[in-house]
């Protein structure tokens, strides 16, 4: 019960700041690129290179073709890469927050706790750019228009939350332990490929299938791909929603857990 009052007072506190939060979200957004000569169009850029060099090594190099009931490789590469591309961004930008905002932490009457979703939201901008250039190759490769789509909000949601928990958690022991935000980078490149984001998870045996399920980004993943690609609800596979929910709410309740305790030393070390 406390972690759901903490929860909603923390929903509040979002709308109390929401102006701030904004401001400080399209800042951060806009500072990623400053000084660049093409801008935001690098949001553009370094998406669409990297689609398109894990397409042609897996294509060309390992000769992949379809992956199942014929859809092109590139719609399933596309799919997966955009959810992990919001997540990976979102917990490593995230797990700094404090620290660049150190002159926000100092002050009494700002709530800190609401940091973390300047860099999320930041994330989510490119989000939907990439969104928007992952449905223009959906539909170059064949893949027809679906109601279906929207239901990837769902899991885009679902996504949000788990990584509003896993930024609490990053970012507060990052104000004490700096090697956090290397550990994060080097985790988040293991589960790159232990998620199933450009290698296809039916090829595994039966019996390893239920190790790689534990992951909770394969939920979202394969989520993403049920959306954009086969047309399947989200209550379909019950299970495993029941499962990602249970192990979000255990990641909110530790993140909302460490902050509370650590917050009152982070002026102290900033």
Known sequence: MVVFRLFFGFLGDLYKNKFVIGQLAKRDYQNRYLGSFLGFIWTIIQPVVMIFVLY???????KSGAIRDGVPFIAYLTTGMIAWNLFSDGLIGSTGVFQEYSYLVKKLNFRIAVLPVVKILAA???????????????LVSGVEFSWWWFQSFYYLFAMVIFLLGMSWITSSLQVFV?????????????????????????????????IFKFNPM????????????????????????????????????????????????FADVL
């Open 218 to 265: 394969f939920y979202i993943v394969e989520g993403y791909r049920k959306s954009f690609i086969y047309h399947e609800g989200f209550w379909t596979y019950w299970q495993s929603g029941v499962y990602f929910w249970v192990i979000t709410l255990v990641v909110l309740i530790l993140g909302v857990f460490l902050f509370r305790k650590l917050r009152p030393h």
């Open 56 to 62: 042609f090594v897996f294509v060309f190099g390992f």
């Open 178 to 210: 700096k090697d956090i935000s290397q550990v994060v980078n080097v985790l988040l490149q293991f589960g790159f490929w232990l998620t199933p984001v450009v290698w296809n998870f039916d090829l595994l045996p039966a019996n390893w299938q239920f």
């Open 124 to 138: 989510l901008i490119t989000h939907l750019i990439f969104i928007g250039i992952a449905v223009v190759i959906l």
